[in-house]
């Protein structure tokens, strides 16, 4: 989980980066992938410990897109919704391509 994927190296339609995020200095970027990689390390362990996944996915993603909009909007909120579901879609499609490679 900790590697990035470059989308439009995989998929031309997928959307661009956010302008915020392709403007941040480097301090800013590993700022930023420390906080998200503690925050998915949290929630793996808590989905492991109470072995309740889609409880642990869906608490997430309700304060995810609940503060999102508050700070983006709804358009905004959605696009990177969106592009969270075609990374995960990428993920599953290279997987099953190695699996077929194998």
Not at 21 to 30: C, I, K, P
Not at 35 to 63: C, K, N, Q, W, Y
Not at 66 to 94: K, N, S, V
């Amino acid at each position: 989980m900790g590697e990035i994927i470059h989308l439009s190296k995989f998929r031309s339609h997928a959307a661009q980066l956010c302008t915020e995020l392709s403007q941040a200095s480097e301090m800013d970027n590993q700022r930023i992938t420390a906080i998200r990689d503690h925050v998915e390390h949290l929630l793996d362990t808590m989905t492991r410990e109470e072995d309740l996944p889609l409880t642990i996915a869906m608490s997430a993603g309700r304060f995810a897109a609940m503060r999102m909009f508050q700070l983006q909007g709804r358009a905004e909120t959605l696009a990177f919704i969106d592009q969270c579901i075609t990374t995960a879609e990428l993920c599953d499609d290279i997987v099953r391509n190695l699996d077929e490679d194998a």
